[in-house]
């Protein structure tokens, strides 16, 4: 469980978020959460703040008990893995190395990587059908090719929580729902959890098993996401009608 409790936060003197409150819990049945809403209303920067990427002003941020802050640094990619949509890496590592650094964790200071983090590199890689292109470097695949690399490297980390900030934004239709399938199918034999930021209504709906909505820096809206998405729900959050297609999802009217 993940709890905010009385969180401020702002860019400069404009604040985003003050005394937010919420919590984040889940279940076997409920392993992924969707935070969705217009540009701007503090999704991705809510999603730094529980990564640990940016400090807040007031408040506290609790995962599964413990204060943030007082997560040890080397235990913390154990805890929390993000995937951040506009990350780049301007060395040219190849795509292998750069799933095995998410085994840095694992392994003392000086020790070297053992057979087990080479192991669970490659079965990342084949898992995001990625496998071709290990000795490929990074500064030469596309966009959503990378975003698939940074996917094994997660989930060759291992971490508790995986966050993910328009996690698919460069894929195809293809391996967008598949890289979906593959980390929920992650979730669960790993006893894991995903909060995913995503602006796809469809997407979210389809996918999450829990919802969040927000709306210039509040929690409009939460709970299951069959119960809470909706027609109303959605105009009350983007401003645009939107008409529901029974079992399918939604379309923009």
Not at 28 to 44: D, M
Not at 84 to 106: E, I, W
Not at 116 to 133: G, P, Q, T, W, Y
Not at 216 to 235: F, L, P
Request: net charge positive.
């Amino acid at each position: 469980m993940i709890k905010i409790d009385k969180l401020s936060f702002g860019y400069g003197k404009k604040m985003l978020f003050q005394d937010l409150s919420c919590q984040m819990s889940f279940d076997s049945k409920n392993r992924l959460l969707a935070i969705v809403g217009p540009n701007g209303c503090g999704k991705s920067t809510l999603l730094k703040m529980i990564a640990g990427h940016l400090k807040w002003q007031s408040g506290h941020i609790w995962i599964d008990g413990r204060l943030s802050e007082s997560i040890p640094s080397k235990e913390r990619p154990k805890v929390l893995g993000m995937i951040q949509q506009n990350l780049k890496f301007d060395f040219p590592f190849s795509c292998f190395d750069t799933v095995l650094m998410g085994r840095y964790a694992h392994k003392s200071e000086f020790e070297d990587y053992r057979p087990l983090d080479i192991e669970v590199s490659l079965k990342a890689l084949r898992e995001v059908e990625m496998e071709e292109f290990a000795d490929k470097k990074v500064t030469e695949v596309s966009g959503g090719e990378f975003q698939r690399i940074l996917i094994a490297r997660t989930m060759a980390q291992g971490p508790k929580i995986v966050l993910l900030d328009e996690a698919f934004s460069a894929m195809d239709i293809k391996h967008k729902k598949k890289s979906i399938e593959m980390l929920k199918r992650y979730a669960e034999t790993n006893d894991a959890y995903i909060i995913m930021v995503v602006h796809d209504i469809n997407i979210a709906y389809k996918y999450a098993d829990l919802v969040m909505m927000m709306r210039k820096g509040r929690i409009v809206h939460q709970g299951h996401t069959k119960e809470t998405i909706n027609e109303e729900t959605i105009y009350s959050i983007f401003d645009v009608h939107m008409k529901k297609m029974e079992g399918e999802g939604f379309l923009l009217i």
